[in-house]
C-alpha cells in the first residue's frame, strides 16, 4: 500500500514485535489464526469450557469474523473469505478471554475505545487490528493456506466455530491500537472532530434530522 508503513509478522508474535508496531502501519501476517467470536466466548468463559486446544495448536491471533466456510463431504475443510465483524460487542470477556487463550492480537472491524485498549489489552501486552468488514472477505481469503482444524462445530455451527488457519501474507491490516493503548480511530477522529463546528457554520438548519433527535451536526460524526 503506497505511502504507508507496512510490515510483515511471523506469528506468534513477540512482545518486542508488537511494541515497535506505530499507530496506521498496515500489517501482513504469517503464521497460525484462530477464529472466535461471540459463541466461542461464551461457551468458552460463561460456561467455563475453557479453549478447545491447547494455545500452541491454535495460535495467539484471534480473527472476530464470519468465515465463509464449508466441511466436504470427504472431511475437506474449505474457506473461501473470511470477513471482519464489530469486536465492541466483545469487550466485556476480553479481560478473562486474554487470560485463557494467551492471545496478544486481536483482529476485528471497528476497534474498541482507547479506555478499553488500556484497561483489557495493556496488562496482557496485546493490540488490535483493523479491517473492513465489506469487500475484503474475498481479499483476506487469498492469505489462507489452509484449514489446519476445526472445532465445535456441532457445537455452535460453521459461522460460530473456532477455525484454525495457517496464513500467509494475511492483510492487509491496520493498526488500531498500540501497547500503550493509544487508538488509531480516536487520534484521527480528534483532528476532524474540532474543526466540525467552523465546517458548518453559516449552512441552513437539517431538512432531515437524525430520528428528530437533535439539531447540532456534529452529532452525526463518529
Not at 30 to 58: C, H, Q, S, W
Not at 99 to 105: D, Q
Not at 174 to 181: A, C, Q, T, W, Y
Not at 195 to 207: F, K
Request: overall charge neutral; charged content about 25%.
Amino acid at each position: 500500500m503506497a505511502g504507508l508503513k507496512t510490515v510483515t509478522l511471523d506469528l506468534p508474535a513477540l512482545t518486542e514485535q508488537l511494541r515497535a508496531l506505530e499507530l496506521g502501519t498496515v500489517v501482513y501476517l504469517n503464521g497460525r489464526v484462530f477464529t472466535a467470536r461471540e459463541g466461542v466466548y461464551k461457551r468458552a468463559i460463561e460456561e467455563n469450557k475453557g479453549m478447545p486446544a491447547p494455545r500452541d495448536a491454535l495460535g495467539l491471533v484471534n480473527f472476530h469474523c464470519s468465515p465463509a466456510a464449508a466441511i466436504e463431504p470427504d472431511g475437506r475443510y474449505t474457506m473461501g473469505a473470511v470477513s471482519a465483524t464489530a469486536s465492541f460487542r466483545f469487550a466485556k470477556w476480553l479481560d478473562g478471554w486474554f487470560r485463557l487463550s494467551g492471545c496478544n492480537i486481536i483482529i476485528g472491524k471497528g476497534g474498541m475505545t482507547s479506555a478499553d485498549y488500556r484497561k483489557l489489552f495493556v496488562p496482557h501486552n496485546a493490540l488490535y487490528l483493523t479491517t473492513v468488514g465489506y469487500g475484503t472477505g474475498a481479499l483476506l481469503g487469498r492469505g489462507i493456506k489452509k484449514v489446519a482444524n476445526v472445532h465445535w462445530v456441532e457445537e455452535l455451527g460453521l459461522a460460530q466455530a473456532v477455525w484454525v488457519l495457517d496464513v500467509e501474507h494475511f492483510g492487509p491490516f491496520l493498526v488500531e491500537s498500540d501497547l500503550d493503548g493509544n487508538s488509531l480511530f480516536e487520534r484521527e477522529n480528534a483532528k476532524i472532530a474540532g474543526n466540525i463546528e467552523r465546517l458548518y457554520q453559516g449552512t441552513r438548519p437539517a431538512t432531515l434530522r437524525r430520528y428528530g433527535e437533535t439539531d447540532d451536526k456534529t452529532h452525526e460524526v463518529i
